[in-house]
């Protein structure tokens, strides 16, 4: 992982909004009522907060520990993280951390949980995965469960058997992995999903994308497949879906090339042409993640992962203006990249008469730095919680923390088919 060059200045207000102390886990309010009495939010104040935690636990661990966050991360903590020797990343490099750092035993990660459960399924045996809040979901998994997907899996795999195969977006629990190692597909992410799906189509097999069906559309346009022949399933989270349902029922199914699952990213889709088109009128180059609308991406200059986007800021010429449509927070830190070089950075949903521009990832956000002090401490003390561990195949309720954990038998299983939707995706990139 390279340093993404943030710094830590500390006339810099952190922009994490501060969680009411009854949405931390009993463990963790000791850590939340400090961090709510601090005077400011300053990254001075924070830091000083964090070294009483961080630095017995670094002691402790010495190298056997390794940070890990996300890009998308609210507020400073990726800075935070970073500043305590951990590494930024997005979810691809996230997930191969475990897997090609053996000596580092305790993987505590801020992030979003099936982020942390894709750690775990190439994890080594001896290594243990954390998550600093359990709560932190994915709304786009949350509308992919494996018991909506499943059945759906199911009815299609009846009709149309061996030749339909899974490819599962890292943004998916370890089941749904499992489904794709299973029925002979790959996990994909937002930058490799062309090389995925164009794997899978020399295969010649008709392929089930989940979930989210604006990464499949746009993969699918992009590859120049006909998108009549790239039908999306019925809305989940409205009860059982049956296939025939499908907007052009069955024959619409049959005549597919690529079928999608019809969830999104709630972050993502708000961006639209008539944003893009301002910025372009302003002199503005736009950039956008591949998890926004067709429409939109459409009318952008380009579209790519989060690496790609930082990538645009990072290598953009001095005077250059670029709007970025991807997570608040993420653009926040462009921002803040972007001016270190002369670059002007803004975020695409920041235009007259919308009020969500600078919209950040509000479930990864939960992530904050009172939980990053509570869990390295109580690692350290001996006494985390068992909801925040993270193994391969947990699927656990946001709400109330209980975690349905599969048996050691059903674990390897889950393991193997994950892993090998994981690591075919992995062969896919080295190859290409
Ligand atoms: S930005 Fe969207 S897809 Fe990414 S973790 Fe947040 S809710 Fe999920």
């Known amino acids: 992982m390279r340093p993404t060059t943030l710094e830590l200045r500390p006339e810099l207000p952190l922009c994490q909004s501060d969680l009411p102390l009854d949405w931390y886990q009993e463990e963790f309010r000791p850590y939340a009522e400090e961090y709510l009495a601090l005077p400011d939010r300053r990254p001075e104040t924070i830091l000083r907060y964090l070294e009483r935690y961080v630095d017995p636990a670094r002691e402790h661990f010495g190298d056997a520990l390794l940070l890990l966050a996300h890009f998308y991360m609210g507020g400073e903590i990726v800075k935070l993280v970073e500043h305590f020797g951990g590494g930024v990343a997005d979810s691809y490099q996230l997930a191969l951390q475990a897997r090609n750092s053996p000596e580092k035993k305790v993987i505590v990660e801020s992030a979003v949980h099936f982020m942390a459960e894709a750690i775990a399924i190439l994890a080594h045996p001896d290594q ?79 392929i089930l994308f989940v979930p989210d069906q604006h990464l499949g559309r746009n993969t699918a346009q992009r590859l120049g497949i006909d998108l009549a022949r790239v039908p999306m399933l019925p809305a989940p989270g409205a009860g059982a879906i049956r296939i025939e349902d499908t907007a052009g029922g069955l024959d619409a199914l049959d005549r597919s090339e690529m079928i999608l699952w019809g969830s999104s990213c709630g972050v ?36 790519g992962s989060t690496s790609y986007l930082w990538r645009k800021v990072a290598e953009a010429p001095r005077g250059a203006r670029l709007a ?43 992530n904050d730095p009172p939980h990053l002090a509570g869990m390295l401490d109580l690692l350290r003390r001996g006494e985390a919680p068992e909801a925040n561990r993270v193994l391969a195949g947990d699927v656990l309720d946001d709400r109330t923390l209980e975690v349905d954990r599969l048996d050691d038998a059903e674990r390897a299983e889950l393991i193997r088919d994950a892993r090998l939707s994981m690591e075919r995706m992995i062969e896919i990139v080295e190859r290409g």
């Open 324 to 366: 970025i449509g991807t997570e608040g927070h993420f653009v926040e830190n462009a921002k803040v990249l972007g001016a270190s070089r002369g670059v002007e950075v803004r975020h695409l949903a920041d235009v007259p008469g919308f009020a969500q521009s600078g919209c950040g990832c509000a479930t990864m956000s939960r």
């Open 128 to 206: 243990t995965v954390w998550i600093t809040n359990p709560k932190a979901g994915c709304t786009m998994e949350l509308l992919a469960k494996d018991w909506m997907v499943l059945p759906v899996a199911d009815q299609l795999l009846e009709r149309y058997g061996d030749d339909l195969l899974t490819i599962a977006y890292m943004n998916t629990s370890g089941r749904l992995k499992a489904l794709a190692g299973r029925t002979g597909g790959a996990v994909c992410t937002s930058s490799n999903a062309p090389k995925v799906v164009e794997w899978a189509r020399a295969k010649g097999k008709r």
């Open 268 to 303: 993502h889709t708000i961006f639209t042409p008539e944003m893009v088109r301002t910025f372009h009128e302003q002199g503005f180059e736009v950039y956008i993640h591949p998890e926004s609308p067709l429409e939109a991406v459409l009318e952008a200059d380009g579209s």
